[in-house]
C-alpha cells in the first residue's frame, strides 16, 4: 500500500490543522492506521492509532484530548485533527499502515507501511 500524507504548514500556537492520508494500492479496512512525527534532532514518536474499522484509538498522552484521530474507509484516508497546537509539536508526521491481525496501537515498530511525511510547523 502506498501512503500519501498531506495538510501540514504552518500555524500560530492554539491553532488547529487537519492532516490526511491517503492510501492506494490496497484494502484499507485490512490495515491499522497511525500517525507519528519527528521532531529536528528527536527519534520518531508516536501520536495516534486507529483500528481498522474505527472502533479503537489510542493516543500519545502528550497529545491526548487535543488531538482526534479518524477514518474514512470508503475514502481510502485516515486524518488527524489537531487543536490548541502548542510549539512542542512542531515536526514532520508521518502516516503508517499496520497489515497485522491484532491491533497493536501506537507501538511504530508495528507498522509496516510508511508515508513521506509532512511538515507542521506551530509559532509561538
Known amino acids: 500500500v502506498q501512503l500519501q500524507a498531506s495538510g501540514g504548514g504552518l500555524v500560530q500556537a492554539g491553532g488547529s490543522l487537519r492532516l490526511s492520508c491517503s492510501a492506494s494500492?490496497?484494502?484499507?479496512?485490512?490495515?491499522?492506521m497511525g500517525w507519528f512525527r519527528q521532531a529536528p534532532e528527536r527519534e520518531r514518536e508516536s501520536v495516534a492509532a486507529i483500528s481498522k474499522f474505527g472502533g479503537t484509538t489510542v493516543y500519545e498522552d502528550s497529545v491526548r484530548g487535543r488531538f482526534t484521530i479518524s477514518r474514512d474507509n470508503a475514502k481510502s484516508t485516515v486524518y488527524l485533527q489537531m487543536n490548541s497546537l502548542k510549539p512542542e509539536d512542531t515536526a514532520v508526521y508521518y502516516c503508517?499502515?499496520?497489515?497485522?491481525?491484532?491491533?497493536?496501537?501506537?507501538?511504530?515498530?508495528?507498522?509496516?507501511?510508511w508515508g513521506q511525511g509532512t511538515l507542521v510547523t506551530v509559532s509561538s
Open positions: 503508517a499502515a499496520d497489515r497485522g491481525p491484532i491491533f497493536r496501537g501506537i507501538d511504530r515498530n508495528a507498522y509496516d507501511y
Open positions: 494500492g490496497g484494502t484499507f479496512s485490512t490495515y491499522a
